[in-house]
């Protein structure tokens, strides 16, 4: 793994020194008992000398003292515990609200290059992963370090040549886990892109499922999900074996050494006089001793998913946000809605020219309507008008100041929009009405609910405007979620209008009722239009048909169906039983 990215990890858990130097703490006072139990074990059974000769008041001694010993450690063992459970999840935290900030600040460019779900699985499952990653790194790293050195300390105070055994066998453990962490690495990293594409495709199947049923698309879907999943296997599979190899194979080791110090233990036993009690107890001190580097290398699976997942956490905050507004940019006041393209030329892909040289003058209070095919670039101007997008070239004008020179806040205010996708929140009516203006009396809300034309139908619900959401509208008809965000526009009342096929999941009677209100709230307002049914925009003052990101016929309704163009054309494709 990078050692950029471990570095960063533990520059934010570094801002919880103070935490981190009482587990230091806590580790000391436990383990460094701890260590101690096998030398007083060792010297107890040194007590028992043969037949008859036993010292039994202080073995009793020692049994208390083992009793305390023992309840400290746990003690401290608990508290350490604690202490890391606040450092991994604060510095999680941490992490999860910084890269939520990002995404909140980055251009909506980063949402159309990259998956939701995938988005979704780096603030969930990497975040999950780092969590454990660290809670299992500091309740391993720091009491192993520990007891591996005060384990070696009382070792060489007993006797040098079995430490020896000891220290001689203990790198063949580092170099085995070394040598399988190398190689499982980077299939860790496939498998938690792996994992972010597969939550991807899982929430676009599951968003969709109507769409996926209606073309007998099950079969495929499975198909597809049984493709990504099944490289998730292989990946994840491979991942895990590798690691699986590691605990086994120093506790191979380990086990070797436990022999070796048997061996040379009793040799020394024979030639020098070393007590049964020592070689008790470094048989102990072998096992305490290489049991730190046991646990550290079996948690080695959580660390390298961990760290995989901090690059991908990382990768999004290192992401460039929307450009800042510069420090002269001013707040628009008192908008009055005179707005002017100039010259405007853009394109989501620079090798695919969409919009060039788009000119058009739109004056105070005019409904402006803006027709097309597909593809034609009637969103992208609205895009442009609210800079989702920043131009290529020309520029936007609004009340003669150019849109560069406003901060972004106070542009988007000033405008209302009601798009073709409704978005409602899991929350009561009244909350997802109030989303523009959250401190809006329930007067207030109602009036904007009439105006809509969805009061009556809330005050029949159980609960009225207190009636609970279930994500995303699902309790409620598509007809039903666009008119709440009909209603939710009307009440912040804002001096400009962009109503992108704002009526296109209700029916002929709502929509007539909708529009009478739309014309009532549009008097006074700069309106933006986009439509695909031309019986929606035969009032508006002017008709911009666009084609290959340019205007190619301009007028009103009348002026351009008399005109024989592209607007006849699609007048004509959608009334001609009527003619």
């Known amino acids: 793994m990078k050692k950029s990215t471990f570095s960063r990890l533990i520059g934010y858990v570094s801002k919880y020194k103070g935490y981190m130097f009482a587990s230091l703490i806590f580790a000391l006072i436990s383990n460094i008992l701890i260590a101690f139990m096998p030398l007083i074990v060792g010297k107890a059974i040194d007590k028992i000398i043969a037949e008859g000769k036993v010292d039994f008041d202080g073995l009793i001694k020692t049994i208390i003292i083992l009793g305390i010993i023992y309840v400290i450690s746990a003690l401290f063992t608990w508290l ?127 968003g969709n499922q109507k769409v996926v049923r209606l073309f007998g698309y099950e079969t495929k879907a499975e198909e597809s999900f049984g493709e990504i999943n099944g490289r998730l296997y292989k990946c994840g599979q ?92 001013e707040n628009i006041t008192g908008c009055e809605g005179n707005v002017k393209f100039e010259n405007v030329s853009f394109s989501y892909d620079k090798k695919v020219k969409l919009i060039e040289d788009f000119s058009v003058d739109i004056r105070q209070g005019s409904t402006v309507a803006i027709v097309g095919p597909t593809g034609a670039g009637k969103t992208t101007m609205v895009n442009l008008l609210m800079r989702f997008y920043d131009l290529d070239k020309g520029k936007i004008t609004i009340d003669g100041g ?26 009561t009516i009244r909350e997802n009405i109030a989303y523009g203006k959250p401190n809006a009396t329930l007067e207030e809300i109602q009036n904007a609910a009439k105006a809509a034309f969805i009061h009556s139908f809330i005050k029949r619900l159980p609960d009225g405007y207190d009636t609970l959401i279930t994500e995303s509208g699902g309790n409620l008809s598509e007809g039903q979620k666009q008119l709440l ?13 962009i109503l992108d096929e704002a009526t296109s999941s209700v029916d ?37 048909v666009m084609k290959n990101g340019k205007i190619v016929e301009r007028g009103n309704h009348d002026e351009l169906v008399n005109k024989g163009g592209i607007y006849t054309e699609l007048y004509n494709s959608q009334f001609k039983h009527q003619l």
């Open 238 to 329: 491979l991942a895990q074996f590798y690691s699986s190899l590691t605990n086994p194979a120093t506790r191979l080791v380990n086990n070797i050494t436990y022999i070796l110090v048997g061996l040379v233990g009793g040799i020394l036993s024979v030639l020098s006089g070393l007590s049964v009690g020592v070689i008790s107890s470094f048989l102990t001190y072998s096992t305490q001793f290489s049991q730190p580097i046991n646990n550290i290398t079996s948690v080695a699976t959580q660390l390298q998913a961990a760290l995989a997942s901090c690059e991908r956490i990382f990768s999004v905050i290192d992401e460039e946000p929307e450009k800042a507004d510069d420090k002269d940019t």
């Open 508 to 544: 002929t009677r709502t929509e007539l009722k909708i529009q009478s209100a739309f014309l009532s709230m549009m008097k006074g307002r700069t309106s933006f239009v986009i439509a695909h049914r031309l019986s929606t925009i035969r009032d508006a003052d002017i008709i911009l």
């Open 80 to 206: 350490f515990t604690i202490v890391a459970n606040i450092v991994a999840y604060n510095t999680v935290r941490d992490l999860r609200n910084e890269a939520l900030s990002k995404i909140s600040n980055l251009p909506l460019k980063y949402f159309d290059r990259h998956p939701h779900g995938d988005i979704i699985s780096r603030l969930t499952n990497d975040m999950d992963n780092i969590s454990d990653g660290l809670f299992q790194g500091i309740t391993q790293f720091y009491p192993g370090i520990i007891t591996i050195l005060s384990s070696l300390i009382l070792m060489v105070s007993l006797s040098f040549k079995l430490t020896a055994v000891i220290v001689v066998m203990t790198p063949f453990c580092f170099l085995i886990a070394s040598f399988i962490t190398k190689r499982s690495n980077k299939m860790f990293k496939e498998q938690q892109k792996t994992l972010g594409e597969l939550n991807g495709y899982i929430e676009e199947i599951i």
């Open 485 to 497: 965000t009909i209603a939710r526009v009307m009440l912040i009342d804002p001096p400009m209008l």
């Open 402 to 427: 150019e849109i560069n020179n406003l901060k972004r806040d106070n542009l988007r205010s000033q405008f209302g929009m009601v798009l073709q996708d409704t978005w409602l929140f899991e929350g």
